[in-house]
């Protein structure tokens, strides 16, 4: 074992666990100029979710992309990768510890390593792998995206480690590895090692393991992927036949009910069992019934239940609210037998399944509780780390944070905001690293094309299932290879994949290609990665152009591949006729402004403000109201029984007196321009109106949501009908009152998951269930009545639920079509329900009737906000995110972000998180001095405008000017490329770049022409 010792400065951050959560802190963090060392146990870096095909509610296989950006070429200087490494010690304090690392052999020199696969080929037995179904990997790459692009072996399984050696063409195989071992100083250190799965296979009665036709759903997943043992064809394990009924059982080892489950809910087994229903809905139709048996269907994310819905009226995915005891296969039977009962009988149903999917929840492994230990955290008693007060990814010891599903069970969204999170606070324990010395790596100059012929290469990625599994690769680029000017077409395989990408690099020198067309995924996600390999190639990045032939072509068309094949043909033609067009272009850079507007003094508001405000800059704090603190100042405390009143007047305090935060109160938005890093936003302030104009690079919106009051069951008409946030101040208040309740009626879902409100508020369930403890601490005789669809107490809330319930809380299940009747009689409330048990109405007379009625967007004002800072909102009008899964926090306009509720109901600490991600998310901007505007800004031509002011009208940011010369003039700069005013011009003397009039006309005749011929 050699000793190695990367560096004896602590100014960086040790992240352990390459999943999801530790790449997205890795980033943020080598994006914010901070060093990162990442590690992992694994071969490869990517984690769980990299498993995933696609996610939901957007069909999209963009988390492929992660893994890679580690080693882009603008973020490798900050990042060290060190798979297949082990943490064994940590010393020291926050901002000084010393950690043991430990690197097993690999027996793969990295360097020489190309990912060609000649091992696979020949010592196919050694090197299959398969996740979640086939676990011989002696040698293993786990997807073709991965991080490092590279093998390993496990010599102790392979015959013939001679003949293993010599098949390898670059020599890349070390049979003498011996790994490493050595001390690395850092100032903090993230802890995302994710989670393991729930194994069901000690439960006798599921069937799991003896009947191969009972699959997990990360199985099943595999079996639906590209990449999987079936290629992505829908087969049985045991007879290799297209199941025609898939049945889903959901908590499998979650919420307490089976042997050796956890009491805790996995937050992500609903969306993932929706998501597998709908896929196979999708792409086998009728020819695949699917079902899921349920407890609660918990949709509690951003438009979440709106996907719910199109389950069952768009895909005609069958829901059962049941719980089959077993699954059973009678002797000499094929089928899987279910008995189960439903809400609207008691009599026993018996079906038969050709598959049955177990969704199985979260659980910490093992090796989390080893890393744990060693860290020296405390651990709750599910093994999860104990987090101080309502910071969720600060852990016991301080300097060490944590994140994803080892804090909490919980869903991608909620994993990459909190990365973000942990990333902001282990920035604060580390400085940036002086670079003023460091010289980056030359590029190649660029290459002059003047006088030279078009040159095209057509590069066509499969994807595996997602276009090869509809379209023949092979033949397309033979069609789009015999086109004119192209002197290169072929299939790129996985394009973005390092192997793939460094052959296109390399066929691009050697063929002396000047032109480039991917034909492949989304410009959206991959257009950055494939403009830097045309840099590196020696050619101006702006001489690409994509067909989208994922998104566009077969996902689309995926049930027509004859046609999908044809359009896709069609987009890389129209994509080659404005290639032919492309010039090169040069970007222009500003300085970029450094400070911060937030908008909202909330808890959201108030602790982005101090984070960003803790790393030196400048911030403007805008509250529409006179005082700080939000909705939370009328919350006394959470369900956990944190101090929320004491929590938020301490915010207060520090924000009110931080030197670089200027807190501005009863203040109104008016107007805003400028650009990414160099924005202008004019406000309203205080009684008088006076007008106040800052500058600023980052807009961060933490407006907040307001609390509904639907004219629903006599709500605002009887003063003992309450919502559950006057409920809470009763029962702080007022506790005399209680001691006198007898019967006390609390209602579900009011005014949410409706037609008018069709998402889930959240935050409804979990309220409900505090205030019912809350009642019975202060008046242990009064009887509680919780009257609800589905109970949505997610991750920990579970076990608070389970709680209520053991101290009497009655719990009634009603449907969305026979809600409970309120009604006063004789100055007294009654509530008639619809009990589903006993199959008969229940009249209960109330002392009290609490509603749940969530969390509205403040439609108003949120409207006004979008237009002034021109931002789309969702239906149900709050702030819509850049990306839901990759971008959560992000707006689509850059510089802009979103935190706390007006994202989308949340937690406090939910807020709180979110509010620490934007701050981190915020910082990978302000690390830099200059910004990039990028080439597509306007141009005029001098000789053909007639300064007739059209495009200075129709400008919506007022850019253009009529200069000295008398012409129209566009300052770059100032230009948003929108092409408002290229589309206006009635000379046609201004072109948009990346956009020009030839190029789009060269693509509509070559689509043309195709349809012509």
């Keep these: 074992m050699q000793n190695t ?87 020291g304090e926050q901002g000084d510890f010393i950690v043991t690392l430990e690197t097993a052999p690999r027996y793969i020199n990295l360097e020489r390593c190309t990912g060609c696969g000649e091992c696979f080929q020949a010592f196919p037995e050694c090197v299959r792998f398969t996740p979640g179904l086939d676990h011989r990997a002696p040698t293993c790459m786990r997807y073709p995206q991965a991080t490092p692009q590279a093998f390993s072996i496990d010599l102790a399984t392979c015959a013939d480690i001679e003949a293993l050696v010599k098949v390898c063409p670059a020599g890349a195989i070390v049979p003498d590895d011996i790994g490493s071992k050595g001390n690395v100083a850092c100032g903090a250190i993230v802890l995302a090692p994710g989670a393991s799965l729930f194994d069901p296979s000690g439960l006798d009665n599921l069937g799991y393991g003896e009947l191969p036709d009972v699959v997990t759903s990360l199985e099943y997943e595999r079996i639906l992927s590209a990449s999987g043992p079936t290629g992505g064809r829908l087969l049985r394990p045991s007879n290799g036949q297209p199941p025609k009924k898939v049945a889903w059982i959901q908590c499998i080892g979650s919420r307490g009910l089976q042997k050796g489950a956890a009491p805790y809910c996995s937050g992500a087994c609903c969306m993932f069992a929706l998501k597998e229903a709908i896929v196979t809905r999708e792409r086998f139709q009728e020819d695949t019934e699917t079902t899921i048996f349920y407890m609660d269907m918990r949709t509690f994310g951003k438009d979440y239940e709106l996907y719910y819905q199109r389950a069952k009226n768009e895909f005609g995915v069958r829901f059962i609210h049941s719980r089959p005891h077993s699954i059973l296969r009678p002797e000499g039977a094929e089928n899987l037998h279910l008995s189960y009962t439903t809400d609207d009988s008691p009599v026993l149903i018996n079906e038969d399944f050709d598959m049955v999917v177990l969704a199985t929840g979260f659980r910490i492994g093992e090796e989390a509780r080893q890393l744990a230990a060693v860290c020296g955290i405390e651990l709750n008693d599910d093994h999860f780390p104990i987090h101080t007060g309502l910071n969720q990814v600060a852990t016991s010891r301080p300097g060490i944070y944590v994140a994803g599903t080892f804090q909490a069970p919980k869903d991608i969204p909620e994993t990459m905001v909190q990365a973000s999170a942990a990333a902001c606070l282990a920035g604060h324990d580390v400085s940036s690293p002086d670079r003023e010395q460091e010289i980056p790596e030359p590029l190649p100059p660029e290459r002059h094309l003047v006088g030279e012929e078009p040159r095209v290469g057509i590069f066509v990625c499969d994807c595996g299932e997602n276009i090869g599994g509809v379209i023949d690769v092979e033949a397309l680029v033979a069609r789009v290879g015999a086109l004119p000017h192209v002197t290169v077409a072929q299939a790129a395989g996985h394009g973005c994949s390092r192997e793939s990408m460094e052959h296109i690099r390399a066929t691009i020198e050697q063929q002396g290609i000047n032109r480039v067309v991917i034909g492949g995924c989304s410009p959206r996600t991959h257009e950055a990665k494939f403009q830097d390999l045309l ?161 600023h690079g980052i807009t961060i919106l933490a407006t907040g949501a307001m609390p509904h009051r639907p004219d629903l069951f006599l709500l605002g008409r009887h003063e003992d009908v309450k919502t559950q946030l006057e409920t809470q101040q009763l029962l702080e208040e007022r506790p005399e009152l209680v001691r006198d309740w007898e019967n006390v009626v609390m209602i579900q879902c009011v005014g949410s998951r409706t037609e008018d409100n069709p998402n889930c508020s959240r935050i409804c369930c979990q309220t409900a269930v505090k205030n019912a403890l809350r009642i019975l601490e202060i008046n242990p005789e009064a009887r509680v009545f919780v009257l609800y669809r589905d109970m949505r107490t997610y991750a920990f809330q579970e076990e608070y639920y389970q709680q209520a319930r053991a101290k009497g809380v009655i719990f009634v299940r009603y449907h969305q079509d026979r809600p409970p009747q309120v009604s006063e009689v004789g100055g007294k409330l009654e509530v008639v329900y619809q009990d589903i048990i006993l199959g008969r109405e229940v009249q209960v007379s109330t002392d009290c009737l609490c509603l749940s009625t969530g969390l509205i967007a403040e439609q108003d004002n949120t409207e006004e906000l979008a237009m002034i800072f021109k931002l789309p909102r969702t239906h149900d009008g709050y702030f819509l995110e850049d990306h839901i899964k990759l971008r959560p926090v992000d707006l689509p306009v850059p510089g802009f972000f979103v935190a706390g509720t007006a994202h989308a109901p949340k937690t406090i600490a939910e ?103």
């Design 535 to 695: 840099r590196r190639a020696g050619l101006n990045k702006y001489l690409l152009e994509f067909a989208n032939i994922r998104d566009q072509a077969t996902w689309v068309h995926s049930h027509q591949p004859e046609k999908a094949t044809k359009k896709a043909e069609e987009l890389i033609r129209m994509a080659l006729g404005a290639v032919l067009n492309a010039q090169p272009l040069a970007e222009h850079r500003l300085p970029i402004n450094k400070n911060v507007l937030v908008i909202g003094g909330g808890v959201s508001g108030m602790t982005a403000a101090l984070e960003l405000a803790e790393q030196g800059l400048k911030v403007y704090l805008v509250e529409r109201n006179a005082q700080l603190g939000g909705l939370a100042s009328r919350i006394h405390r959470t369900l956990e029984g944190d101090d929320v009143q004491g929590f938020v007047a301490d915010l207060v305090a520090r924000t009110s007196t931080h030197d670089n935060i200027d807190v501005i109160t009863s203040a109104i938005i008016v107007d805003h321009g400028g650009m990414p890093g160099l924005f202008k936003t004019g406000m309203q302030v205080g009684k008088q109106l006076f007008y106040r104009q800052i500058e």
């Design 911 to 1013: 807020s709180l998180v979110q509010a620490r991600a934007v701050a981190a998310r915020a910082q990978t901007m302000l690390a830099s001095d200059y910004i990039s505007l990028g080439a597509a800004t306007a141009r005029v031509d001098s000789k053909l405008c007639a300064a007739c002011l059209i495009c200075v009208r129709a400008c919506p940011f007022g850019v253009p000017f009529i200069n000295a010369d008398g012409y129209s003039e566009i300052d770059p700069a100032r230009c948003h490329g929108c092409g408002v005013c290229a589309s206006e011009c009635p000379a046609k003397a201004i072109q948009l770049m990346q956009f020009e009039d030839d190029r789009i006309l060269s693509k509509l005749e070559q689509l043309f022409e195709e349809v012509e011929g």
């Design 5 to 91: 010792n990367l560096s004896q400065t602590s100014n960086r951050v040790l992240i352990v666990g390459g999943g999801l959560a530790g790449i997205r802190a890795a980033l943020d963090l080598a994006e914010a100029q901070k060093d990162v060392i990442l590690v992992d146990t694994a071969e490869n870096i990517g984690g769980l979710m990299t498993q995933l095909d696609r996610t939901f509610p957007t069909n999209n296989c963009d988390l492929c992309t992660l893994a890679p950006n580690l080693s882009e070429s603008g973020r490798q200087e900050h990042i060290t990768l060190m798979p297949m490494t082990t943490l064994r010690e940590v010393t």
